[in-house]
């Protein structure tokens, strides 16, 4: 069977576009795993980070920090000063909120002590089932807390 | 197959097509194709964009979409790793995933398509590519620098069909590698990365990757898709079982090799009869390019399948299987 040039360019770009509309009107779509620290979705178990689903381990949210996260922002979702948390690990007090966790780590310093510490302020873990596909993937609605 | 071309009505012979030239050759499919090809780039961009300028506001590379989420080769990558364990590799997300299957979904329909029609690479190398054939034309010592560059390098040519076959070692390297180390390999090389990243100012090899591209991309067409793309690695073998090729009818043809010339992946398409090449992306700039009406033709069919061979053919350096009855 002939298949004209045009309808072959056709066909290309409907299988291409079709898919990811398709995908992107079930809600399957997600074009980040990041999420807000706090925000308890996604970030801990989503695809971006490694696993491809399941439940988020977010004991508090403390589950969800990532290196990425800058530490003003995760002061503020998990309920603790700033100068707090750098007094806890011997950090400079002057240090901008606006840094990255993973800028900070050193021998005293990182992203799991981080998570440890605050699961022991503010509490023990708990599992939440991870939210409706897609929720996570929607950058406005799971933008970090100004630092 | 020779049933198949047994059916085929046979073309009338030697109608003679005007080439179009200048604006002119934009309109119609290469017109579409352009177009399809600057809106998915212009796509991409608009996101790097946004993502570079969030960044530098504050947003801390928090959640806006990263440009890397829409590499499909992501999703092909981390292939060997989700079998293994169920888990996608670090850095990969769901679009990357279905941007990999949708990849593989074209090459099985339309062959190398995605890369002829929508990759921005691709674009990119095809820009170089004019902006090359452009200065040659305008400045004649340019012209015959590359001329007896090109002489010189022609004793290199035998090197072309194993090059070809880099590709897939790089395919093979990217997702095994992914899957023993459990971090993308391939990330820290990969052009199209070290451009979805260039707002972040980090040089690394991926950059200079890049810019080895494009440079080369002046004197060899579409130079990594040709030889290093890891993803027209992996579309080139789906599309081998295609049912959508591109047939040369002999009858019609009149043997002057545009077609041959016109081809940006280098396959020789004057010397085949059905071609069934991996390395071919479905461009149709051959069938733009044939004088000859009726010469080259797209036909669904039954998949062709005459050897298992990632290399082209010596001869005629692309798959060729006379299927006259």
Known sequence: ?147 | MSQTTARTPRPALGAIRRPRRGLAALRGVQGFRRATQLAVTLVVLAVVVERTLAVAGGAAGGTVTTGEALCPFGGIETIGTFLATGSFVSHVHVSNVILGLAVLLVAFFARGAFCGWLCPLGFIQDLVAGFSHLVQRRIPPVRRAVRTLERRASRLAVLDRPLRLLKYAVLAWAVLGAAAFGVMVFRDVDPWNALLEIGSATVGIGLVVLVLVIVASFFVERAWCRYACPLGAATGIVSRFSPIRLERVEAACSSCGVCTTACPMGLPVATATVITSQDCIGCLECVEACPRSGALELRAGLPVLPTISFLPRRSADVTSVHIDS
Do not use: C, H, N
Request: aromatic share 4%.
């Open chain 1, 1 to 147: 069977m002939r298949i004209k040039p045009i309808a072959f360019g056709i066909l290309t770009v409907a299988l291409f576009t079709g898919t990811i509309g398709v995908t992107m009107a079930t809600g399957a779509w997600q074009t980040t795993g990041r999420t807000a620290a706090g925000a308890g979705a996604g970030g801990g178990g989503g695809p971006g980070s490694g696993a491809a689903s399941g439940p988020v381990e977010s004991g508090s949210a403390t589950g969800d920090i990532k290196g990425w996260m800058t530490i003003g922002a995760v002061a503020t979702t998990a309920g603790v000063s700033l100068p707090e948390i750098l007094a806890a690990f011997a950090l400079p007090a002057d240090t901008p909120p606006e840094t990255a966790v993973k800028d900070l780590e050193s021998d005293v310093f990182s992203v799991t002590a981080l998570r440890a510490w605050l699961t022991e302020r503010t509490g023990p873990s708990t599992t939440t089932p991870e939210p409706a596909s897609g929720t996570g993937a929607d950058p406005a609605s799971s933008e970090p807390a100004a630092p």
